[in-house]
């Protein structure tokens, strides 16, 4: 993550993607421990896809 740019981006949606792999939820909203101090889930997946 030390290179700035969108690769925070590729990392955060691979983390919000742990869950549906696991198979624990088919959507990251659904995963109870998404999210974190300062960035809301909502926020983050519009920053990732946008």
């Known amino acids: 993550m030390r290179n700035g740019g969108t690769t925070w981006k590729r990392h955060a949606f691979y983390i919000l993607q742990n869950p549906i792999r ?10 109870p421990f998404t ?13 990732i896809c946008w």
């Open 22 to 31: 696991a198979g624990l939820v088919a959507d990251p909203y659904e995963y």
């Open 35 to 47: 999210g974190s101090i300062g960035y809301e889930l909502a926020q983050m997946l519009l920053d």
